[in-house]
C-alpha cells in the first residue's frame, strides 16, 4: 500500500507519495490547469490506482476538480479522504519545529493518512445529482436571506417618508403591500389615485383576498400621512427601485425552488419520511436533502468508532456532530469555559433545524416539554430550542434509518389520569 497526499492550492498543488514505510518516494508540484493535471498523470504513470490510499485537504473549492480527476484516474471513491484542514494543521503543529510549507504539508498529510487511516474524519463527496441541488439551495437560500436584508431596508425607506403603510399589512413583502409601493410609493401619490385603481390593484395582487375596504384604508392612511416631503423624489425613486428588487428576487426564488423540487423528485420517499417529523416544513426538506448524505454513513462511522475506541457509538450522535449542533467545552485544570454549541458543518442545514424546533416546540407535544424542561432551568430561549433541535436531529436518524415517518411516544399520547373524587367525611 502506498500514500498519496496533496496540498490544494488556488494556483498550484504539491503531492507527496510515501511507500508503505513512510518514507517519501516522489514529490510533484503541478500548475492546475489541464497541462499540470497532465503532469500528474505522467507523474503517476507506473501507480496502480488500485494501491493507494489519497489524502487532500477540503481547502475552499480549489480541490474538487483534483478529486473529480483521481476518480477519472481510477482510484475507488473509498481510497479518497477529503481532510479537514483543522487535521492536518494539528497534525503539522505536533513537529516542534512548526517547519510550514507546501512540500512539507503534502508530505504531513500522507503520513497522517498512513498512521491514523480509518479513524480520520473526512468529507463526504456527495454525488453529482445531489451536488447539483446543494449548488441551487445554497443560492436559493442567500437570495431568501438577501430579500430579507432588502426588505429592512425598504422598512427603512418608509420610516419617514410614509410610516404609516407597514402597520397596513401584516407583512411588508407581501405581493399587495409591494404592488401597491410600486405604482404610488409616496402618500401624496395614493391618496391622489383613483380607488378603483387601487383596488384593483390589490384585488390582482392579493388573489381575491382584499378589494375596496384596504383600498380605503389605505387612501386614508396616505392623506392623514405624517411622512415628510420628498420634493426631489429621491425616496419615492429609492423605494420603487426597491420594491422593483425585491420582485425580482421573489421570481428567482420561486423559479429555483422549481429547480430544486425537479432535481430532488427521487428523493419523493425521503422527503415524505422528513415532512413526517415535527417543524420539518418544505424548506428544511428541501434543505436536508440537498445537504446531507444517507443515515447509513453517519451508522457506519458510529461503528467504525466503536471498534476502535471499544466505546458504544450512536450515528445520531455522529449526525448532531457533522450539523455542528453538539456542545463544545473548553476546560483546563479547575477553569472551565462557557459550553457552546461548535457550529461545525454546514450553516444550511443548522439554520432550518434551529428554525423547525422553534416551530416544533410549540406545535410538538414532545418538543414542547423538552423545551418547557430547559426554560424551567433557567435556560435561554436559544438554548432550549436547541435542545429540541438536538432531538429533532435524533428523530430524522431513526425515521430515515429504519424507514418509518415520525409517530409522536405513547406516553404524549395517552391521556392524563383522571382525578380522584373528592369526598366529604
Same mark, same amino acid.
Request: charge should be positive; glycine fraction near 6%; charged fraction near 20%.
Given at each position: 500500500?502506498?500514500?498519496?497526499?496533496?496540498?490544494?492550492?488556488?494556483?498550484?498543488?504539491?503531492? +507527496?507519495?510515501?511507500?508503505?514505510?513512510?518514507?517519501?518516494?516522489?514529490?510533484?508540484?503541478?500548475?492546475?490547469?489541464?497541462?499540470?493535471?497532465?503532469?500528474?498523470?505522467?507523474?503517476?504513470?507506473?501507480?496502480?490506482?488500485?494501491? /493507494?490510499?489519497?489524502?487532500?485537504?477540503?481547502?475552499?473549492?480549489?480541490?474538487?476538480?483534483?478529486?473529480?480527476?483521481?476518480?477519472?484516474?481510477?482510484?475507488?471513491?473509498?481510497?479518497?479522504?477529503? &481532510?479537514?484542514? $483543522? #487535521?492536518?494543521?494539528?497534525?503539522?503543529?505536533?513537529? &516542534?519545529?512548526?517547519?510550514?510549507?507546501?512540500?512539507?504539508?503534502? /508530505?504531513?498529510?500522507?503520513?497522517?493518512?498512513?498512521?491514523?487511516? *480509518?479513524?480520520?474524519?473526512?468529507?463526504?463527496?456527495?454525488?453529482?445529482?445531489?451536488?447539483?441541488?446543494?449548488?441551487?439551495?445554497? $443560492?436559493?437560500?442567500?437570495?431568501?436571506?438577501?430579500?430579507?436584508?432588502?426588505? %429592512?431596508?425598504?422598512?427603512?425607506?418608509?420610516?419617514?417618508?410614509?410610516?404609516?403603510?407597514?402597520?397596513?399589512?401584516?407583512?411588508?413583502?407581501?405581493?399587495?403591500?409591494?404592488?401597491?409601493? +410600486?405604482?404610488?410609493?409616496?402618500?401624496?401619490?395614493?391618496?391622489?389615485?383613483?380607488?378603483?385603481?387601487?383596488?384593483?390593484?390589490? =384585488?390582482?395582487?392579493?388573489?381575491? =383576498?382584499?378589494?375596496?375596504?384596504?383600498?380605503?384604508?389605505?387612501?386614508?392612511?396616505?392623506?392623514?400621512?405624517?411622512?415628510?416631503?420628498?420634493?426631489?423624489?429621491?425616496?419615492?425613486?429609492?423605494? #420603487? %427601485?426597491? /420594491?422593483?428588487?425585491?420582485?425580482?428576487?421573489?421570481?428567482?426564488?420561486?423559479?429555483?425552488?422549481?429547480?430544486?423540487?425537479?432535481?430532488?423528485?427521487?428523493?419523493?420517499?425521503?422527503?415524505?419520511? $422528513?415532512?413526517?417529523?415535527?417543524?420539518?416544513?418544505?424548506? *428544511?426538506?428541501?434543505?436536508?436533502?440537498?445537504?446531507?448524505?444517507?443515515?447509513?454513513?453517519?451508522?457506519?462511522?458510529?461503528?467504525? #468508532?466503536?471498534?476502535?475506541?471499544?466505546?458504544?457509538?450512536?450515528?445520531?450522535?455522529?449526525?448532531?456532530?457533522?450539523?455542528?449542533?453538539?456542545?463544545?467545552?473548553?476546560?483546563?485544570?479547575?477553569? #472551565?469555559?462557557?459550553?457552546?454549541?461548535?457550529?461545525?458543518?454546514? @450553516?444550511?442545514? @443548522?439554520?432550518?433545524?434551529?428554525?423547525?424546533?422553534?416551530?416544533?416546540? @410549540? %406545535?410538538?407535544?414532545?418538543?414542547?416539554?423538552?423545551?418547557?424542561?430547559?426554560?424551567?432551568?433557567?435556560?435561554? =430561549?436559544?438554548?432550549?430550542?436547541?435542545?429540541?433541535?438536538?432531538?429533532?436531529?435524533?428523530?430524522?436518524?431513526?425515521?430515515?434509518?429504519?424507514?418509518?415517518?415520525?409517530?409522536?411516544?405513547?406516553?404524549? *399520547?395517552?391521556?392524563?389520569?383522571? +382525578?380522584?373524587?373528592?369526598?366529604?367525611?
Amino acid at each position: 500500500m502506498m500514500y498519496l497526499g496533496f496540498d490544494i492550492g488556488k494556483r498550484w498543488h504539491d503531492a +507527496a507519495l510515501l511507500d508503505e514505510q513512510g518514507d517519501v518516494v516522489r514529490q510533484l508540484r503541478f500548475a492546475t490547469t489541464r497541462a499540470g493535471l497532465a503532469q500528474l498523470a505522467t507523474w503517476l504513470g507506473d501507480v496502480d490506482p488500485a494501491t /493507494v490510499q489519497i489524502g487532500l485537504e477540503a481547502t475552499g473549492i480549489s480541490w474538487l476538480t483534483l478529486h473529480a480527476w483521481l476518480r477519472a484516474w481510477g482510484a475507488p471513491a473509498a481510497a479518497i479522504r477529503v &481532510l479537514n484542514p $483543522l #487535521q492536518t494543521r494539528a497534525f503539522r503543529n505536533a513537529n &516542534l519545529r512548526g517547519v510550514k510549507s507546501d512540500r512539507v504539508d503534502a /508530505v504531513a498529510i500522507a503520513r497522517l493518512l498512513r498512521w491514523e487511516g *480509518t479513524r480520520l474524519a473526512t468529507h463526504t463527496v456527495p454525488d453529482e445529482r445531489q451536488a447539483a441541488a446543494r449548488e441551487i439551495g445554497r $443560492l436559493r437560500t442567500e437570495m431568501i436571506e438577501l430579500r430579507a436584508r432588502q426588505l %429592512t431596508k425598504l422598512g427603512t425607506l418608509l420610516e419617514p417618508l410614509f410610516p404609516e403603510f407597514a402597520a397596513a399589512f401584516s407583512d411588508l413583502g407581501s405581493p399587495s403591500a409591494l404592488a401597491v409601493l +410600486a405604482r404610488w410609493p409616496s402618500p401624496a401619490a395614493l391618496a391622489a389615485a383613483r380607488p378603483s385603481e387601487v383596488t384593483r390593484a390589490l =384585488h390582482t395582487a392579493s388573489r381575491g =383576498h382584499l378589494g375596496a375596504t384596504k383600498a380605503g384604508e389605505l387612501r386614508q392612511r396616505a392623506a392623514q400621512s405624517v411622512g415628510i416631503a420628498d420634493p426631489f423624489g429621491a425616496t419615492t425613486i429609492a423605494v #420603487q %427601485t426597491m /420594491v422593483a428588487h425585491l420582485e425580482h428576487l421573489r421570481a428567482q426564488i420561486a423559479t429555483l425552488g422549481e429547480r430544486l423540487d425537479a432535481l430532488q423528485a427521487e428523493d419523493a420517499p425521503a422527503r415524505t419520511l $422528513l415532512a413526517s417529523i415535527p417543524g420539518f416544513g418544505r424548506e *428544511t426538506v428541501r434543505t436536508w436533502v440537498a445537504e446531507l448524505p444517507p443515515m447509513t454513513a453517519y451508522a457506519a462511522q458510529a461503528r467504525a #468508532q466503536a471498534r476502535l475506541t471499544k466505546k458504544p457509538k450512536h450515528g445520531a450522535d455522529k449526525l448532531v456532530a457533522a450539523v455542528g449542533l453538539d456542545a463544545q467545552v473548553k476546560q483546563s485544570g479547575r477553569w #472551565q469555559g462557557q459550553v457552546r454549541m461548535s457550529k461545525r458543518g454546514s @450553516r444550511y442545514v @443548522r439554520r432550518a433545524i434551529m428554525l423547525a424546533a422553534q416551530t416544533a416546540s @410549540r %406545535t410538538d407535544p414532545q418538543c414542547r416539554a423538552i423545551y418547557e424542561a430547559q426554560r424551567a432551568k433557567g435556560k435561554h =430561549h436559544t438554548v432550549a430550542v436547541s435542545h429540541v433541535a438536538h432531538q429533532l436531529l435524533h428523530i430524522a436518524y431513526s425515521v430515515l434509518l429504519h424507514n418509518k415517518p415520525y409517530a409522536l411516544p405513547a406516553r404524549f *399520547t395517552a391521556p392524563p389520569p383522571a +382525578a380522584f373524587a373528592e369526598t366529604g367525611a
